[in-house]
C-alpha cells in the first residue's frame, strides 16, 4: 500500500507524520521516501546505517553546431523557451548560434525530433544525488536531494519514487504546496493523508490541496497538527466536505522539544504510537 502525506502549505508537520506513522508500523515492512528533494529531512529523525548515495541524471540535448544551420525549428518547438537560436547573416557578418538553458529543459528531447538535419544528439547532466539507507525500526528510507540552483525538482522526484518496492508499505513524504512536485509525489498513491493547522492560512491551502487530490481520484483524510489554536474554520469545513479528519495532534511543548532534539514523538511517547496505529487502520479500511 502507497500512503502520500501532503498539504497545501509548507510547515504544516507532514514530516512529522510520516515519520511518526513510519515508525509506528512495527509489524509491518516499511519503506519511506522523502520527496521533497529541495529540502529533505526525514533523515533528520532517522539513525541510517548503510547509506548509499548516487547521482541522478536528467536529459538534455547536446547541438553539433557543424551540422546545424540555424534554422530556429528547435527553437520554435521548445515550449520552455529552453533554446535561443541566432540566424545566420552573411551579408551583415552575423554567425548562427544556438544557445541552450539547461535549467529550463524538461528533457523532452522533441527538440531532436524536429531538427531537420539531426544537429541534435542526446547527453546528460546530473541534477542531484538519491541516498538510501536503513534507519530506526528497520526503515529503508529514500530521499533526493536537488542541487542548488536547479530549477525543476519533478525529474528527482520521479527518481525517488522509481526506488519504491513492490511489497510493504510505503509512506511518501511530499513537498509542501500544490505546484508539479507534489503531483508527482502523489500520484499512484492509495491514499493521501492530508497534514493542516486549524488557522486561517492553514484552511485556505487546505481547501487547495482537497481540489487536486479530487481531480486526481485519490481518497483522503485529514490530520490537524498544533490543535487547539487558531480556529474552527478547518474543523468547519472538513465536516462540510465530509472529510474525515483521521488524527488531531495538539499543540504541547513536549512534542515541540522531541521534535527540536530529532526525535520522533512516538518513540518518546507510547501512547502516541498507537494513535498512528489506529489512523493506519482507518486508512485499511478505506483502501477495501
Not at 510547515?11 to 512529522?16: E, M, P
Not at 529552453?82 to 554567425?95: L, S, T
Not at 542531484?128 to 525500526?137: H, L, P, R, T, V
Amino acid at each position: 500500500m502507497m500512503i502520500s502525506v501532503a498539504s497545501g502549505k509548507g510547515g504544516t508537520g507532514k514530516t512529522t507524520v510520516a515519520v511518526n506513522l513510519a515508525l509506528s508500523l512495527e509489524n509491518e515492512r516499511v519503506q519511506l521516501l522523502d520527496c521533497d528533494v529541495e529540502e529533505p529531512n526525514a533523515h533528520i529523525f532517522l539513525s541510517l546505517t548503510e547509506k548509499e548515495v548516487n547521482p541522478v541524471y536528467t536529459t538534455v540535448p547536446i547541438f553539433d553546431k557543424l551540422k546545424c544551420n540555424f534554422c530556429g525549428e528547435c527553437s520554435r518547438f521548445c515550449q520552455f523557451n529552453a533554446i535561443f537560436v541566432i540566424g545566420e547573416n552573411p551579408e551583415k557578418g552575423v554567425k548562427g548560434d544556438v544557445i541552450h538553458f539547461p535549467e529550463l529543459c524538461h528533457g523532452c528531447m522533441g527538440c531532436m525530433l524536429v531538427c531537420p538535419n539531426d544537429a541534435i544528439n542526446e547527453g546528460q547532466r546530473i541534477i542531484g544525488e538519491i541516498a538510501k539507507g536503513k534507519g530506526d525500526n528497520g526503515i529503508d528510507l529514500v530521499y533526493g536531494t536537488l542541487n542548488i540552483g536547479e530549477a525543476m525538482a519533478v525529474p528527482l522526484v520521479r527518481a525517488v519514487k522509481r526506488e519504491i518496492r513492490d511489497e510493504g508499505t510505503v509512506i511518501i513524504d511530499s513537498p509542501p504546496g500544490t505546484s508539479c512536485p507534489v503531483i508527482a509525489s502523489v500520484k499512484d498513491s492509495d491514499y493521501c493523508i492530508l497534514v493542516t493547522e486549524p488557522t486561517p492560512f492553514g484552511l485556505y491551502d487546505l481547501k487547495i490541496a482537497v481540489e487536486v487530490l479530487r481531480k486526481l481520484e485519490i481518497p483522503f483524510g485529514v490530520v490537524i497538527n498544533r490543535s487547539g489554536i487558531g480556529d474552527s474554520g478547518v474543523y468547519d469545513y472538513c465536516k462540510e466536505e465530509a472529510i474525515e479528519i483521521l488524527l488531531e495532534i495538539p499543540y504541547m511543548r513536549e512534542i515541540a522539544v522531541d521534535y527540536s532534539h530529532g526525535m520522533p514523538f512516538v518513540t518518546q511517547r507510547s501512547e502516541w504510537r498507537s494513535r498512528f496505529l489506529d489512523l493506519f487502520k482507518k486508512i485499511t479500511e478505506v483502501d477495501k
